[in-house]
C-alpha cells in the first residue's frame, strides 16, 4: 500500500494525486499495463535516471519490461507545482523499505481529460560503491562463517578495526600509506564474523575519529542517506551511510563521545554506544581509551538485537569481558528526563520530544516518568574535552609532527589544542569525571535516562563553518555524559522535525547502568514499539 507520510500537498486537484496514487501502486506491483497507461503515448513522452535518457512511449515502455519490479518503498513527500493550464510537476521522496532514499520528478499533462506523464527523471539510491562511503568494497570483501545466528548480514567495518591483510587507514590518506597490513582481525570484528556476518567494506570515517559531523578533508563527505544535503554525522559516518543507503546492514564503529550515537541521530538509524571495557578494543586504533567504545549501527532493530545477543552473550562471544553480569537483565520501565539536555536542544526538537512523552504517557502501557537534574553539562563537557585531548596527543602527536600538513584543517586545529593540555590540567580534570561518573552511574541504579540525541537534524553541507562548530560543541555537551560515565547509550529514530532541507530524523537516547546493554536493546524496542503504535522497531531487516 502506498503510503504518504506528508500528506496531500495543498492546491493540488484530487484527479491528479488520485493518478499519482495509481501510478506508485503500479510501480510497486510492476504492473506493466498500468505503468504503459500512465505515460503519455507518442514519441515526445521522455524518462531520464542515471543511465541515460529514454525518448518516446515505445523506447520506455520496452525498458520497462527489462527492469523488473522497484523494491518496496514509500513515499515520504510530495511536492506539487502548476506550471499552467492541466500542466503540473510533482517531486517525490521515496524512502525504501531496505534502505536509502530516492527523487522522482515527473510532468503531468491533462490530455483528454486524463493526467498522463509527458516527461519524468528519476534519481535512485546512491550506487553501491561511492568512495565518499567506501575505501574498499566486495560482495563481500571478507567472507565470514557459512552458519550461525547472523547468518546473511553485511557489514560496514569503520576504518579503525583491524582486518587480517587489510591496512587501517583512519581516514587518512598518508596514514593508510604508511600503514602495514594488519596480521590479525579485531576481537569485535571476529565475533561477527564468527556469527555468519560477512564484511561489506572498509568504510570511510573523520580523520582519526576526532569528529562528530562527518565530512572528511581527502576523501569528501558520505551522503546523509535520510535527508538528502545534509552532513551524515561522524565520526562513524562512511558505516552509518552505507547502512542507511541500505549497501549493509551493521555498521561496526567507535563511540568515544557519540560518534556512533550521532550519525545515528541524522540518519534515522539504531545506534548502540557499549558499556565502556565490555567489547574489547584489541585491534582498533584509538583516539581516547578512557572513553572509546564499539558498537553497532542497524536501520532495525530486530538486527540490532540479533547482534548483541551473539556479540554480548558470553555463550556467543569469545572476546567480550565477563566482569559485566547484568547484560541479560531486565531493566525498569522508568525513564528520567534531564532538564539540562531540554534546554540545550532546539525548539522544534523539544517540541517533538515533549509530544512523545505525552504519547508515551497517554498510552495502555504508561512508563514512569520524571524530570531529573544531572548538572551543568558544561561541567560534563569541559573536563572531558581535557582528557581526550590529551589521550588523543599522546596516541597521535608522533605521527603528526612527521607528517606536517598530512590532516584537514578542522582536525588539525583539534589536535594543536591538545597538544597544549597540561599534564596537571589532565589529572585535575580526571578527578571531576571521576566524581561525574560516580553520580550519573549512582542516579540510574533504578531508572534510563531518556532525551533527545542531538539537539537538533543534522546540518546542512552548506552550513557556514561557524555554525557547524556550534552545533558540534552542542551536540557533544549532551552525549559525553554517557561518555564520562561509561555507560550504555542507545539512539532510537523515534522523532522528525522540521529542517531547511525537509522533514529530519532526530533520535532519542536511552542510557542505563553499566553492563546493562542487551536489556538496554530490548527496552528501547518495547519503547519504539509503544512510540509507534504497536509497530515494533519501524523498518525491519529485509
Known amino acids: 500500500m502506498t503510503d504518504h507520510s506528508s500528506g496531500i500537498p495543498d492546491g493540488i486537484p484530487a484527479d491528479l494525486f488520485t493518478a499519482f496514487d495509481a501510478y506508485e501502486r503500479a510501480i510497486l506491483a510492476n504492473d506493466l499495463d498500468a505503468l504503459d497507461a500512465a505515460f503519455a503515448p507518442g514519441a515526445e513522452t521522455i524518462r531520464g535516471d ?21 523494491p518496496p518503498r514509500t513515499i515520504e513527500r510530495l511536492e506539487y507545482r502548476p ?21 522522482q520528478t515527473q510532468v503531468w499533462q491533462k490530455i483528454d481529460g486524463q493526467w498522463l506523464i509527458t516527461a519524468a527523471h528519476v534519481t535512485p539510491r546512491t550506487p553501491p560503491f561511492d568512495k565518499t562511503v567506501w575505501r574498499s568494497v566486495g560482495d563481500p570483501l571478507y567472507q565470514g562463517a557459512w552458519e550461525g ?5 553485511t557489514v560496514a567495518v569503520k576504518d579503525l578495526f583491524g582486518l587480517v591483510g587489510f591496512r587501517i587507514g583512519a581516514g587518512n590518506p598518508a596514514f593508510l600509506k604508511g600503514a602495514r597490513a594488519e596480521k590479525t582481525t579485531a576481537p569485535a570484528l571476529a565475533d561477527l564474523l564468527r556469527g555468519g556476518a560477512s564484511v561489506r567494506g572498509i568504510a570511510r570515517t573523520d580523520e582519526f575519529a576526532y569528529s562528530i559531523a562527518g565530512d572528511n578533508a581527502h576523501y569528501g563527505t558520505p551522503p546523509n542517506g535520510a535527508l538528502p544535503g545534509a552532513l551524515p554525522g561522524g565520526s562513524s559516518s562512511g558505516a552509518a551511510s552505507s547502512v542507511s543507503m541500505g549497501q549493509a546492514d551493521v555498521g561496526l564503529a567507535t563511540d568515544t563521545a557519540g560518534s556512533i550515537r550521532v550519525p545515528a541521530s541524522y540518519q534515522g538509524l539504531w545506534g548502540l554506544r557499549t558499556t565502556h571495557n565490555l567489547v574489547p578494543r584489541q585491534g582498533v586504533l584509538p583516539l581516547a581509551q578512557t572513553f572509546d567504545t564499539v558498537g553497532w549501527l542497524t536501520r532495525d532493530g ?15 562471544s569469545e572476546s567480550t569481558e565477563s566482569v559485566f553480569g547484568e ?8 525513564f528520567l528526563v534531564p532538564d539540562e539536555a531540554l534546554e540545550a536542544v532546539e525548539p522544534a526538537t523539544r517540541e517533538a520530544f515533549e509530544s512523545l512523552l505525552a504519547r508515551l504517557a497517554a498510552s495502555d502501557d504508561p512508563p514512569r516518568l520524571a524530570r531529573v537534574s544531572i548538572g551543568d553539562l558544561d561541567d560534563y563537557y569541559t573536563p572531558f574535552r581535557t582528557v581526550q585531548g590529551a589521550e588523543a596527543w599522546r596516541n597521535n602527536g608522533d605521527w603528526l609532527r612527521e607528517n606536517p600538513g598530512a590532516v584537514g584543517p578542522a582536525v588539525a586545529e583539534r589536535f594543536r589544542l591538545a597538544s597544549q593540555v597540561t599534564p596537571e590540567a589532565e589529572t585535575a580534570a580526571r578527578a571531576t569525571l571521576a566524581t561525574l561518573g560516580e553520580n550519573l552511574a549512582t542516579l540510574l541504579r533504578g531508572a534510563v535516562l531518556v532525551l533527545p540525541t542531538a539537539p537538533g537534524p543534522a546540518p546542512a553541507r552548506t552550513a557556514p563553518q561557524d555554525a557547524i562548530d556550534a552545533t558540534r560543541q552542542a551536540t557533544l555537551k549532551m552525549t559525553t555524559p554517557a561518555a564520562v560515565a561509561g555507560l550504555p547509550a542507545i539512539s532510537v529514530p523515534l522523532l522528525t522535525v522540521p529542517s531547511t532541507l525537509g522533514p529530519a530524523p532526530v533520535g532519542v537516547c536511552l542510557v542505563s547502568r553499566a553492563g546493562t546493554d542487551i536489556a538496554l536493546v530490548r527496552l528501547a524496542r518495547r519503547l519504539s514499539a509503544l512510540a509507534s503504535g504497536g509497530v515494533a522497531d519501524g523498518k525491519e531487516h529485509a
Open 302 to 316: 530486530r538486527t540490532l538485537q540479533r547482534v548483541a545477543d551473539w556479540c554480548l552473550s558470553y555463550d556467543g
Open 50 to 70: 542515471g543511465a541515460g535518457l529514454l525518448v518516446g512511449h515505445d523506447a520506455i515502455s520496452a525498458f520497462r519490461v527489462t527492469r523488473g519490479g522497484v
Open 83 to 103: 506550471l499552467g493550464p492541466d500542466v503540473a510537476l510533482l517531486v517525490a521522496v521515496s524512502h525504501f523499505a531496505g534502505g536509502g532514499a530516492g527523487l
Open 149 to 153: 545466528p547472523l547468518k546473511g548480514l
Open 327 to 334: 547484560s541479560g537483565t531486565d531493566l525498569p520501565w522508568r
